[in-house]
């Protein structure tokens, strides 16, 4: 597989690390509400075009916290695989998760995780060192670290490790690629009016202002203007 060839449904799959409110507690180099938002935006665009999905965890109970139930409202039905080592490689359910997908043609892992520079880039680095096939794409706003170097630079590392820099909204179209593609249409435009800012404010405007749709919510009526006197 090149990394050449854009990313597909077909070719991808998705691993959320560490998404947990202690790790989220530590970061800086990012709006946490935006952080989360673009996790479970990125979720949500896996859920439409069936990507399998992996969730891992570290020290739940005793200091990371339950992932937040956002995300895994979107999976019920995942596991959720429980590690003691900051390294997501080095447990054998996260290994052997990733190569049963892999086997099935998926060696674009996409991964999303907390914090960049910890559990994201030992992770990274190690999967490429030990199976050279995969190719690492590293969401960068939907990861965070405890600074903003900390973040830029194992972003750079990463990349300098041939791992490809994305955010979650260039993941999702390219999983569209093309607006025919009927079946998805209606969810990731209803997904992009929910997660993701400017972009869906301007598709609810062309929808309602330029193409004379309803607005996506039932309210009052409007009363006025009544300019007072």
Request: aromatic share 8%; hydrophobic share 40%; net charge negative.
């Given at each position: 597989?090149?990394?050449?060839q ?7 799959q ?6 947990q ?20 935006g990125?979720?949500k ?5 069936n990507?399998?999905t992996?969730?891992?965890?570290v020290?739940?109970?005793s200091?990371?916290g ?8 979107i ?12 390294n997501?490689?080095?447990?054998q ?14 060696k ?9 520079e ?17 190719e690492?794409?590293?969401v ?7 600074s903003s ?29 093309d ?37 996506r ?13």
């Amino acid at each position: 597989m090149s990394k050449l060839q854009v990313l597909t449904p077909a070719n991808s799959q998705l691993i959320f690390i560490d998404q947990q409110p202690q790790m989220a507690f530590g970061v800086q180099s990012i709006d946490r509400q935006t952080l989360k938002n673009n996790v479970v935006g990125l979720a949500k665009a896996a859920k439409i075009f069936n990507i399998p999905t992996t969730i891992t965890t570290v020290e739940t109970q005793s200091f990371s916290g339950n992932t937040y139930p956002e995300l895994l409202a979107i999976f019920p039905e995942n596991d959720l695989l429980e590690r003691t080592s900051m390294n997501s490689w080095d447990d054998q359910n996260v290994r052997d998760a990733l190569a049963k997908n892999a086997a099935e043609g998926r060696k674009k892992i996409v991964v999303s995780g907390l914090w960049t520079e910890v559990c994201n880039t030992t992770f990274a680095l190690s999967a490429l060192h030990d199976v050279p096939e995969y190719e690492i794409y590293m969401v960068a706003d939907a990861s965070g670290g405890t600074s903003s170097d900390a973040h830029k630079y194992a972003m750079d590392r990463m990349v300098q490790a041939g791992v490809i820099p994305v955010t979650w909204q260039q993941v999702l179209l390219e999983w569209q690629r093309d607006w025919a593609r009927k079946e998805t249409y209606n969810a990731v435009t209803t997904l992009v009016k929910e997660h993701s800012g400017a972009y869906g404010m301007g598709i609810d405007y062309a929808y309602t202002m330029v193409h004379g749709a309803e607005e996506r919510v039932k309210h009052g009526k409007v009363i006025g203007p009544n300019p007072a006197k």
